[in-house]
């Protein structure tokens, strides 16, 4: 397509023609997106009327021959002025005359010589990341000279649309797209012939030099709050159920390839809404071989907008929706980097107490567990000296940069906490707690064989203990809170299997979205217990600061509600799938920017599904009990799924406290379950506290008689591990359905 050249007047290429062929394809651009606006806002009446004016539009030369309105193509004709907002969403550049439109396009690499789309080429798959211009302004339909086509419009429209939510869900490359488009063309003439066309793809966040910590250049791209949450936020929620948005924000290193030290370093902010974390988005992205040099320049944009926007708010239809800066979601790196304190190896690292660490056998620890509390006006007035190395730019957001920068769990007791345990002590550790090769292999056999068992919202099943190099954060989350008290029994050392279970009991206490905060106290007193016997089981260098953090962990739960209401879980997945667009070396930060812009404009089209309950897999085997209607497999409720079919999705908790195993769904006038209750209920365990009371249950003894129930009487779901000869019950405690919700 690069080197179309149909035209007559383009083999001279005269500055003349190039300018005038600039000219036109602004005006083309504009002409066709007030086309495409008064479109889908008019009566077929009007289009008809505008389909009519095309064949005297200004355009109606030999080449593409966009289709415009008469009345636009007139004006434009006579003033010679053109509205180019579309393109490059600024006023500077709007109602730009002819001549100046010509250099701006000249000047910002588009294509002059003649050819019908812009800066395209014939190899394709070197273009694809190496072009930083708006494609936008090839044309969408291409046959002003020929009758008009309403439904072949619509249909290759609809079309279009689903081929992005298509590429942008699979992540398809440009080439593949256009190698596909260019086959849909010869049956869909009004496709675009080109991905980037298509996928809206765009680069209009300019890229700016920052450097970063070791004084190398590095680039910047700010991408804006208030404008991204328009794009994903707002279109999925309703304008009358917002009036204050409180919002959450995640600074950390995202390591790019292994073969260089190329990092991004994003800023991603998500809504925290009745306590669930949305889908995070990108507000800015720095990029360079290691952070940002400064936190103040690097957060400058960020705290400037946002500072407006606690004071102004975010317009949101007729709504002003309030902005309230919930917290800081980091690991302990990027927490000292934005509040610009001493490193967690520094001797006053804690972030919540003015303990000063002590060495011990080469390692830093924090044993006092009642050192004096840090405070907001405390760490504002640097009363601790040692603690700071500077002002924090966060400071001008006025928020306290104590209590609004928790410690999170995923970091804090997944990555740390449970991985020093299995790892530092009981697979590695002196002879007095470490296991043996046998028992290890016991254990990791034990946790195989209950791989049938775990539910599908994890999406990792277990995996040996020889693998614990690569265990991810939630394989150690399904270790501790699920799988751990179970495969251990009996094999870890007594006295270690209880210390541990103080940990796992505080962990499922916090967890758990209704009752975290009324649990705060006894969790706490677990937590220090725990703490307090490091010491003694496991030597006195175990107390460093990833455990003693553990007894300040209930002070944000009072603030912030459950572990999961403010934990990096789906941040992390969100920088994963950052890192999984770019698709070679070459220029990441731009790549990510035309990624992107392309994936929001999948998204913007993405309803979130909220009817609740979802059936699906009609099948017709039974049981039915004696009800009439269509038999179902499976059910997604209350964020879960529930499925009839194998051994790991199919038990509930009922809100009567019955425990069954559901067998079939049947949709009628209501909604049916049927299922078996097991009969035998007792405690898993007793220390240090009664496992009934978290829900937590041995079971036997499955009634034979099944039974019909509603789907409103389930409570929740649980995973059911086989133990001995019985099973052992877990409700499920987090919920992954807004982190896996479709891109
Ligand atoms: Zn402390």
Not at 215 to 237: D, K, M, S, W
Not at 549 to 573: C, R
Request: aromatic share 8%.
């Amino acid at each position: 397509m690069s080197s179309v050249n149909e035209h007559p007047e383009t083999s001279g290429k005269s500055s003349r023609w190039v300018k005038y062929r600039s000219v036109k394809k602004a005006v083309e651009h504009h002409m066709n997106t007030v086309y495409v606006n008064e479109y889908e806002s008019s009566s077929s009446d009007k289009r008809r009327k505008l389909n009519a004016g095309s064949d005297t539009a200004v355009n109606s030369t030999a080449c593409s021959g966009n289709i415009v309105c008469s009345d636009h193509a007139d004006k434009s004709s006579n003033s010679n002025t053109v509205s180019f907002t579309d393109m490059y969403e600024t006023n500077s550049v709007a109602n730009a005359t002819a001549e100046e439109i010509s250099g701006l396009l000249e000047s910002d690499g588009y294509c002059t010589s003649g050819c019908d789309s812009v800066t395209e080429n014939d190899d394709s798959s070197t273009v694809e990341d190496n072009v930083d211009v708006d494609t936008e302004t090839e044309s969408f339909c291409d046959h002003s000279n020929a009758a008009y086509d309403e439904n072949e419009y619509k249909e290759a429209s609809q079309l279009g649309d689903e081929l992005v939510d298509w590429a942008g869900k699979h992540n398809v490359s440009q080439v593949a797209v256009s190698g596909l488009l260019k086959i849909l063309s010869k049956y869909h003439s009004s496709l675009p012939k080109d991905a980037r066309t298509l996928l809206k793809t765009t680069s209009l966040q300019p890229v700016l030099p920052m450097k970063d910590m070791l004084n190398n250049p590095g680039e910047y791209v700010y991408f804006g709050i208030e404008r991204q949450l328009h794009r994903h936020l707002f279109n999925t929620v309703s304008e009358h159920s917002l009036d204050q948005l409180q919002l959450l924000f995640n600074v950390d290193g995202l390591p790019l390839f292994r073969s260089s030290s190329k990092q991004f370093w994003p800023i991603l902010c998500a809504a925290c809404v009745d306590d669930v974390i949305t889908k995070p988005f990108v507000v800015a992205v720095f990029c360079g071989n290691s952070k940002p040099m400064s936190a103040d320049v690097f957060l400058g944009d960020f705290i400037s907008e946002l500072s407006h926007l606690q004071q102004s708010g975010v317009r949101f239809g007729e709504t002003i929706v309030k902005i309230c800066v919930k917290g800081f979601i980091c690991d302990a790196p990027a927490r000292a980097f934005i509040k610009c304190i001493k490193g967690h190896s520094g001797y006053y690292a804690c972030e919540k107490c003015e303990d000063r660490g002590k060495q011990v056998n080469k390692k830093l620890t924090f044993p006092n567990l009642d050192a004096q509390l840090r405070s907001d006006e405390s760490f504002l007035h640097q009363t601790q000296e040692e603690h700071h190395k500077g002002v924090s730019p966060l400071i001008a957001l006025n928020v306290g940069l104590v209590t609004c920068v928790p410690l999170e769990y995923m970091h804090l007791i997944c990555l740390g906490v449970m991985r020093k345990l299995l790892m530092v002590h009981w697979l590695r550790g002196e002879h007095n707690v470490r296991i043996s090769m046998q028992m290890a292999s016991l254990i990791s056999d034990h946790m195989l064989e209950l791989k049938p068992y775990i539910c599908s919202e994890f999406n990792r099943k277990p995996r040996a203990l020889r693998d614990i190099d690569r265990w991810k954060a939630v394989e150690f989350r399904l270790f501790l809170c699920y799988i751990g008290p179970v495969v251990l029994r009996g094999i870890l050392f007594s006295e270690l299997y209880h210390h541990f279970m103080l940990l796992h009991v505080a962990v499922v206490m916090l967890l758990d979205p209704l009752h975290a905060r009324e649990r705060c106290e006894d969790a706490s007193q677990l937590l220090r217990k725990f703490v307090s016997q490091l010491h003694e089981l496991y030597g006195a260098d175990s107390v460093v600061y990833t455990m003693h953090s553990l007894i300040h962990l209930t002070d944000d739960v009072k603030q912030f509600g459950a572990l999961d209401s403010y934990s990096a879980f789906p941040f992390e997945n969100e920088l994963g799938q950052l890192k999984r667009l770019l698709r070679n070396g070459k220029a990441p930060l731009r790549q990510l920017c035309r990624r992107l812009a392309e994936h929001s404009n999948a998204r913007e089209r993405t309803v979130k599904n909220n009817s609740w309950p979802v059936l699906s897999g009609i099948h017709c085997n039974g049981p039915t009990c004696g009800t009439l209607g269509v038999q179902y497999n499976s059910m997604q409720y209350l964020g879960y799924t529930f499925s009839v079919k194998g051994t790991a999705d199919c038990y509930a908790l009922l809100k009567c406290g019955k425990i069954v195993k559901i067998v079939n769904f049947i949709d009628s006038a209501t909604l049916s379950v049927i299922g078996h209750a097991f009969e035998e209920k007792s405690s898993f365990y007793s220390y240090p506290c009664d496992s009934q009371a978290l829900n937590v249950f041995k079971v036997n003894h499955l009634c034979k008689d099944a039974f019909v129930f509603s789907h409103t009487d389930i409570a929740r779901k649980c995973m059911m591990l086989p133990w001995k000869k019985c099973f052992i019950c877990y409700p499920l405690l987090h919920v992954e359905h807004v982190t896996r919700q479709e891109v």
